[in-house]
């Protein structure tokens, strides 16, 4: 394996090519030779959004022998010139991994129509370009449950980056989940105004805290070295990051984009991919809960069965988490 890093995002445009980390896996290719390719918008270091995308990416390439390739802390500016560089190279699949990222795409696709394109919630798609969403809102409405049903104030916290559809869908389902539990409960909110931004995002949370909220659902990092300065619980995100906060850390709504990644690259070397949006929730078990590493004795056993049921009903169809994307202040 071989990987070439960035060391400072000043450095970036001096020096593109040293921050694609390049993986040829020692599996053996398959006949269609795919290269796949992901940019974005944080380190992939961060137990969050990046994370996930880079995990997702190795599966992918591990699962179907194909060599893999990324650049991390792209801004919007560099996107679409480095989706361009992948495409001239070679790569025949390029994950645009950012809300952001979606014109970018779209412009990129228009030049290369040979490469297929997925870019995270694109607005508008092309004949190689699809879109792939985080039904993570699925597993916020169980994060409500769980927030809910441990708080002692009868109030709970979220904080998250930009009011993007998926970040509303998320909250939405939080708050419903929780007044499932109590119907009563105060959910407060904050949008810091960006993706990553750490001691924002903590001091949104503080504030939260400081209002009466006891449990908070992180969104974005920073959140839980809030909680554990606060000494309330939170509910991570993205990955189990109860490592960050062991006695603060609930459990975690983790998402898990290796099957997706996966099944997208296997449907363009088949031939079968299709220009839509990828979607894959607790059905297909990539959206999920992570272990409560013992801190579910905080919680009250007629609420763990109540979550542990309405997973069964997402699985079995019999229930479906509202998707509310709408604006709110």
């Known amino acids: 394996m071989t990987s070439f890093m960035t060391l400072s995002r000043r450095r970036f445009a001096q020096a593109a090519l040293l921050l694609v980390a390049t993986t040829a896996l020692s599996t053996p290719v398959l006949a269609a030779d795919l290269k796949i390719a992901m940019i974005l918008p944080g380190p992939i270091t961060d137990n969050d959004w990046n994370s996930v995308g880079y995990n997702g990416l190795e599966a992918a390439g591990k699962a179907l022998g194909a060599e893999v390739a990324y650049v991390e802390n792209v801004t919007d500016a560099d996107a679409e010139r480095l989706l361009r560089d992948f495409a001239e190279r070679g790569y025949g699949l390029i994950f645009a991994h950012s809300f952001s990222f979606g014109d970018a795409a779209l412009n ?8 297929t394109f997925m870019a995270g919630t694109a607005a508008d798609l092309a004949p190689n370009l699809g879109t792939y969403s985080n039904p993570d809102y699925q597993g916020a409405y169980l994060a409500g449950m769980l927030a809910a049903g441990t708080s002692k104030t009868g109030s709970v916290g979220w904080v998250g980056g930009m009011p993007a559809p998926n970040m509303l869908a998320n909250l939405h389902a939080y708050e419903a989940g929780a007044k499932e539990i109590k119907p009563e409960i105060k959910v407060l909110h904050t949008f810091i105004g960006s993706w990553f931004d750490p001691p924002k995002a903590k001091e949104a949370a503080i504030a939260q805290v400081e209002q009466g909220a006891d449990v908070l659902s992180a969104q974005g990092v920073g959140v839980i070295d809030a909680a554990i300065t606060k000494k309330v619980f939170a509910l991570g995100a993205m990955t189990d990051q109860n490592h960050l906060g062991p ?33 894959y929730g607790v059905a297909a078990n990539s959206v999920g809960l992570a272990d409560f590493h013992g801190l579910d004795k905080h919680v009250d056993p007629a609420v763990l069965k109540a979550v542990e049921d309405k997973i069964a009903a997402i699985k079995a169809g019999t229930f479906e988490v509202p998707l509310d994307t709408s604006e709110v202040q």
Do not use: C, H, M, R
């Not at 990129?108 to 040979?114: C, G, K, L, V, Y």
């Not at 006695?247 to 088949?270: F, K, N, Y």
């Open 247 to 279: 006695e603060a850390v609930l459990t975690s709504v983790t998402w898990d984009l290796g099957p997706l990644v996966t099944a997208v690259g296997q449907a363009v070397i088949d031939g079968t991919w299709k220009s839509e949006n990828w979607s």
């Open 108 to 115: 990129a696709a228009e030049d290369f129509p040979d490469t």
